[in-house]
């Protein structure tokens, strides 16, 4: 089994800056593709960004390109989505999830574990 426990959300205003992280545990991060969903009032829980296994390859959802980062240390067991220039656009509540894959997972229903969240809020 594994656990994902997201922090790292907040309040922010727009402009502003927030690291999100996911630590993982029940198993070694190597061997899981990670990635990260929002979920708006109302609206259906969307991709944001994923990377593989190794962390080399990555990618993004085209609201964030160029604004978040999505990074990873397995030895830290932990993953990481750096965000920039937020938006109010951006408010949502954030999930990490892991995937049993050695590529790169963009779809939700591929994904095997979930964390519990972490609210972001961008002020405007």
């Known amino acids: 089994q594994v656990q994902l426990v997201e922090s790292g959300g907040g309040l922010v205003q727009a402009g502003g800056s927030l690291r999100l992280s996911c630590a993982v545990s029940?198993?070694?991060?190597?061997?899981?593709?990670m990635g990260w969903f929002r979920q708006a009032p109302g609206k259906e829980r969307e991709f944001v960004a994923a990377i593989r296994w190794s962390g080399i390859s990555t990618y993004y959802t085209d609201s964030v390109k160029g604004r978040f980062t999505i990074s990873r240390d397995n030895a830290k067991n932990t993953v990481y989505l750096q965000m920039n220039s937020l938006k109010f656009e951006d408010t949502a509540v954030y999930y990490c999830?892991?995937?049993?894959?050695?590529?790169?997972?963009?779809?939700?229903?591929?994904?095997?574990?979930w964390g519990q969240g972490t609210q972001v809020t961008v002020s405007s």
């Open positions: 999830a892991a995937a049993a894959s050695s590529n790169l997972v963009i779809t939700r229903r591929n994904y095997d574990y």
């Open positions: 029940g198993r070694t991060l190597r061997s899981y593709a």
